[in-house]
């Protein structure tokens, strides 16, 4: 674990550092973001959790953001409850295509499944809905399939991270190109405590190392009963050599073993920021950590939470806001 011992010594003096979002303009409320730009033209969108999968476009990161639509208008073929309301949306690019995951589920249930649906162009209208990536759970086991990523290795193999409580964010190789799962599933994070809330897993990769970010704490229903401080969402993050781990936080303790460095936290007037995930943008200056916050100032529900984004530092090789 050499990696390790260097990643350390250079952070024996680093903080968690923190800062307001980024700019947002236009449609900026938001729950489960998954944002990426066009190719083709340089257009961003930006997908996220109701209306059957929103699709929101702007010309730029900041804004202004508008709305278009529903990625999927007649909901999920899986048939499960809770497949006209779907969630937690994940975005790729595969060659010359398209690959939006979602989630089938309904709140606090393990009756869930991961699905997948198809574009050249990300429009609406033109998304072809494949069902199930095969990423299923029932009640009893050892996961949640909700919360799929996607991520290419630099070895040229696609892998999934999912998953919620229970056993918390568990990876599973997937075929090419990545329509369903091609092998068995395994744990990649876990916290032992309370109700083991970790969840929202996206992993990034930033020569030489996997970066797990995930979200880990309390997400939702402020606006009714707000969690003991600290314990809402936030941002944590742990890092490795390889594709499947293991993973480890900054003091070397394992992501299976209740470990995660904190990313970003509640802070001035953000609060509970979570449902996260990262992508590189040139023309944003980097490597971009989005992800949904509550804005103390204009409310604590849900449907209030805000589009949050921050260009990532990175202070001896961990990410810094």
């Known amino acids: 674990?050499?990696?390790?011992?260097?990643?350390?010594?250079?952070?024996?003096?680093?903080?968690?550092?923190?800062?307001?979002?980024?700019?947002?303009?236009?449609?900026?409320?938001?729950?489960?973001?998954?944002?990426?730009?066009?190719?083709?033209?340089?257009?961003?969108f930006r997908f996220s959790t109701g209306n059957k999968i929103q699709i929101a476009t702007a010309s730029d990161i900041s804004g202004p953001w508008t709305i278009q639509g529903s990625a999927l208008p007649s909901g999920s073929s899986i048939a499960l409850a809770g497949n006209t309301d779907l969630w937690a949306p994940d975005i790729s690019k595969v060659g010359d295509v398209y690959?939006?995951?979602?989630?089938?589920?309904?709140?606090?249930?393990?009756?869930?499944?991961?699905?997948?649906?198809?574009?050249?162009?990300?429009?609406?209208?033109?998304?072809?809905d494949h069902g199930s990536t095969g990423i299923r759970s029932y009640t009893g086991s050892a996961y949640n399939a909700?919360?799929?990523?996607?991520?290419?290795?630099?070895?040229?193999?696609?892998?999934?991270?999912?998953g919620s409580f229970?056993?918390?964010?568990?990876?599973?190789?997937?075929?090419?190109?990545?329509?369903?799962?091609?092998?068995?599933?395994?744990?990649?994070?876990?916290n032992a405590s309370g109700a083991h809330a970790v969840e929202g897993s996206n992993i990034y990769y930033r020569s030489p190392y996997y970066y797990l970010f995930f979200s880990s704490g309390t997400c939702c229903g402020y606006d009714s009963s707000r969690p003991s401080q600290g314990n809402e969402y936030r941002?944590?993050?742990?890092?490795?050599?390889?594709?499947?781990?293991?993973?480890?936080?900054?003091?070397?303790?394992?992501?299976?073993?209740?470990g995660g460095t904190p990313v970003l936290t509640s802070h001035d007037n953000v609060y509970g920021p979570g449902g996260q995930g990262v992508f590189a943008d040139s023309k944003a200056g980097g490597a971009i950590l989005y992800y949904h916050y509550v804005d103390t100032t204009i409310g604590y529900g849900d449907g209030q939470k805000r589009f949050g984004w921050n260009v990532i530092g990175w202070s001896g090789?961990?990410?810094t806001i």
């Open 1 to 44: 674990m050499l990696f390790l011992f260097v990643l350390l010594s250079s952070l024996l003096s680093t903080v968690l550092a923190v800062a307001n979002p980024g700019a947002c303009t236009g449609s900026c409320n938001v729950h489960d973001p998954a944002v990426i730009r066009r190719t083709s033209d340089g257009t961003y």
């Open 99 to 128: 690959y939006l995951y979602y989630s089938v589920s309904t709140f606090g249930s393990q009756e869930s499944a991961i699905g997948v649906a198809t574009s050249t162009t990300m429009d609406v209208g033109t998304w072809t």
């Open 146 to 162: 909700i919360d799929g990523n996607l991520v290419l290795s630099t070895a040229g193999s696609y892998y999934m991270s999912f």
């Open 166 to 190: 229970w056993g918390d964010i568990y990876q599973v190789p997937m075929a090419n190109p990545p329509l369903t799962t091609a092998g068995t599933s395994v744990r990649i994070a876990y």
């Open 235 to 258: 941002i944590n993050v742990c890092v490795s050599t390889t594709i499947n781990g293991g993973y480890y936080d900054r003091n070397g303790v394992s992501c299976t073993a209740s």
């Open 317 to 319: 090789g961990w990410p």
